[in-house]
């Protein structure tokens, strides 16, 4: 008789989607041999009960598809989520406030729930099985929509006093800077984002200086990031240009973040990253640059990470199957 | 008989002078009841063996004051100083690199020796008996000629990978800005510290603003940051205005450190707190201001360091006591 795996399940719950992945997370090695056990994806209501009847929805086909049910449950979700496992507020999840999420699903399923914010839950499976692996000091840039960072130091998962550490994005770095959606003047994911890159790329076309885009999107106004990737790849100089523009931008924070927590590696995720290996190339370059005294201290290793869009649910996967 | 204490020394080298205090640092209660048995001072000479001849000598006069030899000895040091001990290298204390300054103490006085950047060591004061004590998330921003910073997370002192961490004073928070004599455009520290605030008098009385300043100072370019000061503690409305700037530049730093890792308390400290605690009382204000999501989150304390110029020596006779 071949004992049961003892199997867990994490989910991420993001701003349209939320997708739930089970596997053998106690037995990971490394993102190459990770083998997700069931998957399934559903899109996001925004409203709580909903989202809870939506996982647990989720939690029964999953089970049933794997033929046993779970351990644990792990979630990372966009906001922020105090030490408890409350979702005080998400910019995200629009009207979803002070939702007790785990403690609700943990009544609902019968096992024991761990829930984090989604991008410190991918800096988690960065860490133990991604482009962070052997690091003790590790932070996790995840550009997309906006910026979600992520800090493993010491070796553990940083949460900070209330569990609202990473919020990396909301730094200041243009102090004088254009008001943000936040209201704040000049901070960092301003700049350095999916809509950052769509205004670089805009105000290029609205100077005369950027033609190939405004070829390729109709008129200036119509310029998207992803006008920028496919110039990028055809390799079009005024795009690379843009591009590395784009790098410098990131490596200001980057370099921020190297100067308050000296991290060994810096792995660079989120959905941008599908930009390619320029994109990282770039960033390191530029945050060798910003960095001061390079020349007195080991360089930072940055990374591409390795989980891509899966990060967040496996890392909550991880997160869950360590808990028990 | 009376047993004799086990004593121990810190030792705070900065640009101009070398602090020393002796006490009964593994007894400390709070920084009211702190009582040093010996101190000395001695100027800085630039040279990595004139450090160490001036350390041996003040050693052998405090322990003669002491009655008793130390048990172990504590060096906070400014510059970057790496795990092993070594001051890589000091923007403070010109020529001096490499220095390996632990094993050549060690070796020279036959007893423990702990070295720890000057502002790392004055953050431990503040954690373990001064302003931040009872915080296990805390941060020490400390404002001078430059900005020093420091941070226990989880209760411990945070070194970061190399010991590197806490240079937040070279955050960039204005990407666009003046450059800084590191070459870096728009640091934090170019803004917030002595030279930030001489600056900031001095524009201000070259547009006409600041009459009061120049009357006192004789000129625009005599104006000094004492002269705000002198001005502040005569109500002088300009000065005060002056000085509300000068706390908001100094909270967008802040609120940075507060987005990156969630402190319970930030200890302002350095020399520039002499100007009193409208400076402390306006950096809350607007940390309250900068902090995202400031009504879902419980408010970051904002309090004066305890500990003034004694920091660093004190923290440093702390980490020696703990470390025997």
């Known amino acids: 008789m071949v004992d049961k795996l003892s199997l867990h399940c994490g989910f991420d719950i993001g701003g349209t989607k939320i997708l739930g992945i089970a596997a053998d997370y106690a037995n990971l090695g490394s ?19 909903a989202i809870v009847q939506s996982i647990l929805k989720m939690v029964g086909e999953l089970e049933s598809e794997c033929g046993q049910s779970f351990s644990s449950v792990g979630v990372g979700i966009a906001g922020i989520v105090d030490r408890e ?12 406030y002070d939702f007790e999420i785990r403690s609700i699903l943990q009544t609902e399923l ?37 910026i979600g960072t992520g800090f493993v130091l010491d ?17 200041t770095v243009e102090q004088t800077g254009d008001k943000h959606l936040t209201g704040a003047r000049g901070p960092w ?42 110039l990028i790849v055809d390799n079009d100089p005024r795009a690379m240009d843009l591009l590395d523009d784009f ?5 200001v924070g980057v370099a921020n ?10 792995v660079i995720g989120g959905g941008l990253i599908d930009i390619g290996e320029q994109l990282v190339d770039g960033i390191r370059k530029w945050t060798f640059h910003y960095v001061l005294g390079g020349e007195y201290r080991p360089k930072v290793k940055v990374a591409a990470a390795q989980l891509a869009s899966n990060a967040a ?5 991880l997160l869950a199957a360590s808990s028990v």
């Open 313 to 317: 649910a496996v890392g909550a996967g």
């Open 247 to 251: 790098c410098r931008y990131t490596a």
């Open 31 to 49: 993102a190459d041999d990770f083998r997700p056990l069931a998957v399934r994806r559903m899109l996001v209501i925004e409203d709580s009960s």
């Open 110 to 146: 019968g096992c024991p729930v761990v829930v984090e914010n989604d991008c410190t839950a991918a800096t988690w499976a960065e860490s133990q099985i991604g482009a962070g692996r052997g690091s003790r000091y590790m932070a996790l840039v995840a550009l997309g929509t906006g």
């Open 189 to 230: 994911e301003y700049y350095v984002s999916g809509p950052g890159l769509r205004r670089l790329a805009q105000s290029a076309a609205a100077r005369g200086d950027f033609g190939s885009a405004i070829e390729r999107a109709g008129s200036v106004d119509a310029v998207q990031s992803e006008h920028v990737h496919s």
């Open 155 to 171: 070796g553990k998962l940083y949460k900070g006093w209330n569990g609202f550490a990473g919020e990396s994005g909301h730094m």
């Open 85 to 96: 496992g409350v979702l005080r507020y998400s910019p995200n999840i629009q009207g979803v």
């Open 257 to 266: 973040l190297v100067h308050v927590l000296d991290p060994e590696t810096v």
